[in-house]
């Protein structure tokens, strides 16, 4: 009798801490973009475009899959930005770049 008691508990125990607990969340959490808002306002602040320039790429390239169409308009914009020459314009492009960030 007491080895049923036993196993009646030991599946009662079982059943309980066994279910619930495996609620997954449906909320899509989105990442802000990398960091190229971050590297836009530093070109900005710098006028420096050369030491930040691969690096602005791959950012915004990376947005591609989460925000493909802003993405699209801000390579288009970068390809500008690596046109421009003098502090002054590089810094109002990658400025005008992270405000659409």
């Given at each position: ?34 960091s190229a ?18 690096q602005l790429?791959?950012?915004l390239e ?40």
């Amino acid at each position: 009798m007491s080895t049923l008691r036993c196993l009646a508990l030991a599946l009662f125990l079982g059943s309980v801490i066994g279910c619930g607990g495996g609620h997954a969340s449906s909320q899509s959490v989105e990442p802000p973009p990398p960091s190229a808002k971050a590297t836009l306002q530093e070109i900005a602040a710098s006028g420096k475009l050369s030491a930040k320039k691969t690096q602005l790429k791959e950012e915004l390239e990376g947005m591609g899959e989460s925000h493909p169409e802003k993405a699209q308009e801000l390579l288009a914009d970068y390809e500008q930005l690596t046109t421009l020459s003098g502090a002054d314009k590089i810094k109002a492009k990658a400025q005008e770049m992270a405000d659409k960030l």
